[in-house]
């Protein structure tokens, strides 16, 4: 089994900055991708940004040239997102998304528990 620990929500001013962890662990050989994604209340959950085993990122529009994914090179279990010049529309709950390959071979696709971020004007 795979759990994901999301850490690094709060409650910022708009303009500043956040950094959100995910932190994978349990049954994992390899991880081909990592997500973070957002919701609001009554909404959709939205992408907002991926990185890909290779390193290979994409981002949502909304945030492109804000938001920077990217996996701690001393822990490969654990993905960053750095935001920047947050603004209150990036009020959310944000999801962190692991798929892999177990020690098995068998593929996971795993949710963290989300965690709050909240962007005051």
């Known amino acids: 089994q795979v759990r994901l620990v999301e850490s690094g929500g709060g409650l910022v001013q708009a303009g500043g900055s956040l950094q959100l962890s995910c932190a994978a662990s349990g049954a994992i050989s390899n991880i081909n991708g990592v997500g973070w994604y957002r919701q609001t209340p009554g909404k959709q959950r939205e992408l907002v940004a991926t990185?890909?085993?290779?390193?290979?990122?994409?981002y949502a529009d909304s945030v492109k040239g804000r938001f920077a994914i990217s996996r701690d090179s001393a822990k490969n279990t654990v993905t960053l997102l750095q935001m920047n010049s947050l603004k209150p529309e990036d009020t959310a709950v944000y999801y962190c998304?692991?798929?892999?390959?177990?020690?098995?071979?068998?593929?996971?696709?795993?949710w963290g528990q989300g965690t709050q971020v909240i962007v005051a004007s």
């Open positions: 998304n692991v798929n892999g390959r177990n020690p098995l071979g068998l593929k996971f696709d795993s």
């Open positions: 990185i890909a085993s290779g390193g290979g990122t994409n």
